[in-house]
């Protein structure tokens, strides 16, 4: 999607270049709310049970919805018997491709800026079924349990046709070129594979990660009514107006017929957007004339929500003895459904993460009958970084240097595939900063050698890296009030918050512009009907608001200047002369000179001002190579009876700019690394391999970290500002789960001798 967006972009000559727009003033000062701690402001209404969550609105008269899931990966439903779940107390409907409405199939994400539908495929419209658990029926009740009920007594058979549900089937069908936004995976600088063939060390690795399912602590719900020819959906989504478009076009709506709202969202990690039941529960809801209640069960995420897809990886590293890489060789495949837009593109971390002369990268896929896959958290990075960073580890046995020295020795002084200069790259600083904070000078360079009685102790470290976007079309609306002498401030902005602080990010940010506590600023957010369009992906939220707040606050003090006019102390000041601070608009290099916002208003007999503008278009990725960088430190304790591994600490250091709020980015960084260590250890989604059916949709079964699993972790940071962002700001939503599976295996090597390349680390590979 960026990059599609990208391409319609002309580069400014170099003369009249503004890197990421209008340079910011708070990227050279620091000192007030950018940088200081806050915390949420929806904080205590979540703590209060006050914050209303998708599935907590309600409505008049209102059903509640319960799917049942195809049994079957491939093949149609021959017939349904629903007589006994249609007598069954309470049921108001059951909805099936019978009876269902029309509607058109929704825009597959990435067909277009605002498409976000999940696949290719029409829902309810027909008898087919493409994977097992499929939604093939909906029915409504008066309560979830009698809905539940009745949706356990519906009863289908198939007619199956041939599926394939194993890795191995999927490669013997053939692979294809693996493609992201309609631009192939693939690169190639110089000749890797001579190189690698003529280097004096190498290491030549297959490296496997299993699929994924999201697990946000809130499972998806909506809660949908008609009133007259207005669809309301009170959603949980991280991409609002782009789902209210795609939904408007399924139900051939004008986009203002649909209002979606999404204020408050527990987690989604790139899960919270349009998937099946949204599209049902407003099909049901309009066929029975009621509003409609849909929670997806955690096993209904399973079924319908789709995940992180499985890869094989291949990264094999050519170099000289002292270190310096001649070869890098990263590819290998990925499973996709016939119907999916999303591959896994594993090889975008390695781009720029080693300078070599001969560089191939490359992602190809394989097709399985199975849900869709989807965007989680770093989509690519994450389990890329697993196989690069774990070869580099490899490597720096083979040569016999510390892997630290190693990553240094190969820092390329550009980006070694688009041949870009770096924006900020600050990741040796990183390095220091860690290692010293780590002691990793404590570290044992000969693996097994350290013992705590049963426990094998090591160290390992891995570099993790996410690039910064900013994707176009943000807009801010800033309105100022005087009421009561007083000035309050509300930002409106389209974009989403699903739990990791945006909202609060937005309000320090325009506080700081506007030269107002935080406390007379309010922030509008998640909700359709406010002009503009973000999403909450590609970590570049934080940095696309600011450039709409950056705009939209020049644009006002444009605006009060006018206002302010020729009897103000600004008289004759230009807006670019002229910034804001105590309530107040005053010269830049001379604060003395100053005009309140009450008295410019005051004085033109208004109660209120209000601008819109958009954010300066995302230029600075046309001219710089941009990223977030960490360096990663991991102690584990592997159990020599039983196997067991145990993260005893862990410390990331990042280099992702100016950090806007310490306190949520904080969260935000331990987050994903524990998010990392689930992934290292234990997160696995088994397939029945006869059928396709996903076997754990459980917490129960499926295992995620929980707090005792979970070690001390510090975070530390460069806090070194890009010049090149709005705010000098990077994204930090997703590097923080990059490279910690990586540096979890390279613990393990180093605790015990061995080498597991099969993710996840369970204790069966240790024994
Ligand atoms: Mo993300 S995986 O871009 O929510």
Redesign the pocket.
Same mark, same amino acid.
């Given at each position: 999607l960026m990059q599609g967006a990208l391409e319609k972009l002309v580069p400014l000559a170099p003369d009249s270049w503004i890197p990421g727009g209008v340079p910011d003033p708070l990227i050279a000062r620091k000192h007030g709310l950018i940088g200081s701690p806050v915390s949420r402001l929806d904080g205590a209404f979540k703590v209060q049970g006050q914050a209303p969550f998708a599935a907590e609105f309600r409505f008049d008269r209102m059903t509640y919805a319960a799917l049942a899931y195809a049994t079957v990966a491939r093949g149609r439903v021959a017939s349904i018997d629903s007589a006994a779940a249609e007598g069954a107390p309470g049921v108001v409907l059951v909805m099936t491709h019978r009876n269902a409405p029309r509607m058109n199939t929704p825009a597959v994400f990435g067909s277009s800026p605002s498409a976000v539908g999940p696949s290719d495929l029409p829902i309810f419209q027909d008898d087919r079924v493409h994977w097992n658990g499929q939604p093939i029926a909906c029915v409504l009740a008066e309560t979830q349990e009698q809905a539940d009920h009745a949706a356990s007594l519906l009863a289908f058979t198939y007619d199956e046709e041939p599926s394939t549900t194993t890795l191995e089937g999927a490669r013997a069908a053939g692979t294809e070129q693996g493609v992201m936004m309609g631009r192939p995976l693939l690169n190639k600088i110089g000749d890797a594979d001579a190189a690698l063939a003529a280097a004096p060390h190498s290491v030549d690795h297959l490296y496997r990660t299993p699929r994924h399912n999201h697990n946000a602590i809130e499972p998806h719900a909506a809660t949908i009514a008609w009133v007259d020819d207005q669809l309301h959906i009170h959603d949980a989504s991280?991409m609002v107006t782009q789902q209210a478009q795609t939904v408007a076009e399924v139900f051939d709506l004008k986009p203002d017929q649909v209002r979606l709202t999404s204020p408050y969202v527990g987690g &989604?990690?790139?899960?919270?957007g349009l998937w099946d039941h949204q599209i049902i529960g407003a099909a049901a809801a309009k066929l029975c004339g009621r509003p409609v209640r849909i929670t997806l069960s955690r096993e209904g995420v399973y079924r319908v929500v789709g995940g992180r897809t499985l890869t094989e990886q291949r990264v094999a590293i050519g170099a000289q003895a002292d270190g310096a890489i001649d070869a890098l060789i990263h590819t290998g495949m990925a499973v996709m459904t016939p119907h999916n837009s999303m591959p896994e593109p594993f090889t975008l971390g390695t781009q720029s993460a080693y300078a070599s002369p001969n560089i191939t990268l490359q992602v190809k896929m394989a097709k399985m009958n199975m849900l869709a896959n989807?965007?989680?958290?770093?989509?690519g990075e994450a389990v890329g970084t697993f196989a690069l960073e774990s070869a580099i580890d490899e490597l720096a046995v083979e040569l016999g240097m510390d892997p630290i020295d190693l990553r240094l020795r190969n820092e390329p002084d550009r980006d070694p595939v688009s041949g870009l200069p770096f924006s900020s790259r600050n990741i040796a600083e990183a390095w220091r900063r860690g290692a010293e904070a780590f002691g990793w000078n404590e570290r044992s360079a000969t693996p097994g050698t350290r013992r705590d009685g049963e426990w094998q102790v090591g160290m390992g470290c891995a570099t993790g890296t996410y690039p910064y976007y900013r994707m176009p079309g943000a807009e801010a609306r800033i309105t100022l009030t005087l009421q009561d002498g007083a000035i309050h401030a509300k930002v409106e902005i389209a974009a989403a918050e699903?739990g990791m602080g945006t909202s609060t990010t937005t309000a320090i940010v325009a506080a700081e512009r506007l030269g107002l506590p935080i406390e007379q600023v309010e922030v509008a957010y998640g909700d359709s009907a406010i002009p503009g369009a973000i999403m909450?992906? &590609?970590?570049q939220q934080t940095a696309a608001i600011g450039g709409a707040v950056i705009a939209a606050h020049n644009a006002l003090v444009a605006e009060l200047l006018k206002l302010a006019g020729n009897d103000s102390p600004l008289a004759g000041l230009s807006p670019d002369e002229v910034g804001s601070e105590g309530a107040a608009l005053c010269k830049l290099d001379d604060p003395g000179r100053r005009e309140s916002y009450a008295s410019i208003l005051g004085r033109a007999q208004r109660d209120q001002v209000s601008v819109t503008q958009a954010g300066s278009p995302p230029l600075e990725l046309m001219h710089w190579s941009m990223h977030s960088h960490s360096a990663l430190f991991c102690e584990v304790r592997v159990n020599a009876v039983t196997g067991e591994t145990r993260v005893g600490r862990f410390l990331g250091a990042f280099d992702c700019g100016r950090i806007l709020n310490p306190k949520t980015a904080r969260s935000q960084f331990r987050g994903g690394i524990i998010m990392g260590l689930g992934m290292a250890l234990m997160e696995e989604t088994q397939f029945d391999e006869r059928n396709g059916r996903i076997m754990n949709p459980s917490l129960a079964e499926y295992h995620v970290p929980v707090h005792l699993d979970v070690p001390e972790i510090d975070v530390i940071w460069t806090d070194i500002p890009d010049p090149h962002t709005p705010m000098g700001a990077h994204g930090i &939503?997703?590097i923080g789960i990059t490279g910690v599976a990586a540096a979890v295996a390279n613990a393990v090597y180093n605790a015990t001798g061995r080498r597991v390349r099969d993710l996840p680390i369970t204790l069966d590979k240790l024994i």
């Open positions: 991280q &989604g990690f790139g899960s919270k989807t965007f989680m958290r770093a989509p699903m909450a992906g &590609g970590s &939503g997703e």
